[in-house]
């Protein structure tokens, strides 16, 4: 059974860091790409991040690109998402997926999600 499991979220102040991990477990995930996302109230689902589980090759949207940095370590089966210069508008609950094929939408696995709050 795949199991995705994300930690790090927390309160930051307005132009702070935070790195939330995900650690998975279930199957071999050579191949496969890891993706953050974001979901904010009342903001449907959005795509943050994806690395190719193979080759390390990012993905990112304009709204993160240059901000936030997602790196993985095979041998500890985790993917990290380095945010910095975090703004009120990155408040969201973030989720780590995985998926056989790159996506910025269809992914078959979830974890259950990290809340992160950006104070002003």
């Known amino acids: 059974q795949v199991q995705l499991v994300e930690s790090g979220g927390g309160l930051v102040q307005t132009g702070g860091s935070l790195r939330l991990s995900c650690v998975a477990s279930?199957?071999?995930?050579?191949?496969?790409?890891m993706g953050w996302f974001r979901r904010a109230p009342g903001k449907e689902r959005e795509f943050v991040a994806a690395i190719s589980y193979e080759d390390g090759r990012t993905y990112y949207p304009a709204s993160v690109k240059g901000r936030f940095t997602i790196s993985r370590d095979s041998a500890k089966n985790t993917v990290y998402l380095v945010m910095n210069n975090l703004k009120p508008e990155d408040t969201a609950v973030y989720y780590c997926?995985?998926?056989?094929?790159?996506?910025?939408?269809?992914?078959?696995?979830w974890g259950q999600g990290t809340q992160v709050t950006v104070s002003a």
């Open positions: 279930g199957r071999t995930f050579s191949g496969y790409y």
């Open positions: 997926a995985a998926n056989g094929d790159y996506s910025e939408d269809k992914y078959d696995y």
